[in-house]
């Protein structure tokens, strides 16, 4: 019985140290099944990376310093016709109310000197034919009017001249935008699941 016991407690402790030198044995880390991360360029470093070739700052000052030139510097040559009509338009117009100006300007000044201080009489004939049938309150209205048009034409002047240098920074901005072949635009017909109703849809697609 003795030997009995003496052969159960050995058995007893060799299953525990067996157990115990299983649970010891480190488990290797399979580090060369794992398979390279390739590492692509993020976006912001896409971004960047446009930004640096194609700077929005160098195409904002060239158009600052000449009308046109940003757009040249974007390679947006068939918007030149557009800047410069707008520019060559005020410009004309203000060449126009200027010279309208100068004459109703003067009309007046000689009517108004003959009618209250009996002067400038010999200056009557300069008078452009079309002002000399005019009162001097109408010339004083339409002296005021073209007057105000100067102006205005000044001011769409410069108005032009900051879009100019605005449309050139967009663009500028949009040569960094995605159009990756990842990125799809195209018309589907059919039955559209958010409009609940058939017709054409307009399907924008990001990503795969």
């Known amino acids: 019985?003795?030997?009995?016991?003496?052969f159960l407690l050995v058995s007893l402790l060799n299953v525990l140290s067996a157990t115990a030198q299983e649970k010891e044995i480190p488990v290797p880390l399979k580090t060369d099944t794992v398979p390279p991360v390739k590492q692509k360029l993020s976006g912001s470093s896409r971004y960047d990376s446009a930004m640096k070739a194609h700077s929005p700052r160098t195409a904002a000052i060239r158009s600052a310093m000449l009308p046109g030139?940003?757009?040249?510097?974007?390679?947006k040559y068939w918007k030149l016709p557009i800047?410069?009509?707008?520019l060559g338009t005020c410009g004309g117009i203000f060449l126009y109310n200027l010279k309208n100006y100068r004459d109703t300007r003067f009309a007046y000044r000689v009517k108004y000197n003959m009618a209250y201080n009996r002067?400038?009489?010999a200056l009557y004939?300069?008078?452009?034919?079309?002002?000399?049938?005019l009162d001097i309150e109408s010339l004083r209205y339409y002296r005021n009017s073209f007057r105000r048009d100067i102006d205005?034409?000044?001011?769409f002047f410069i108005l032009i001249w900051g879009l100019n240098v605005v449309d050139a920074t967009v663009d500028a901005h949009l040569k960094s935008f995605d159009v990756s072949p990842e990125l799809s635009l195209?018309?589907?017909?059919g039955y559209s699941d958010m409009a609940k109703t058939k017709g054409l849809s307009l399907l924008l697609k990001i990503g795969k």
């Open 125 to 133: 004939p300069q008078i452009r034919n079309n002002l000399k049938p």
């Open 83 to 86: 800047v410069y009509g707008a």
């Open 69 to 75: 030139l940003g757009q040249i510097y974007n390679k």
């Open 119 to 121: 002067t400038d009489s």
């Open 152 to 155: 205005y034409s000044v001011l």
């Open 1 to 6: 019985m003795r030997i009995l016991f003496v």
């Open 186 to 189: 195209r018309v589907k017909p």
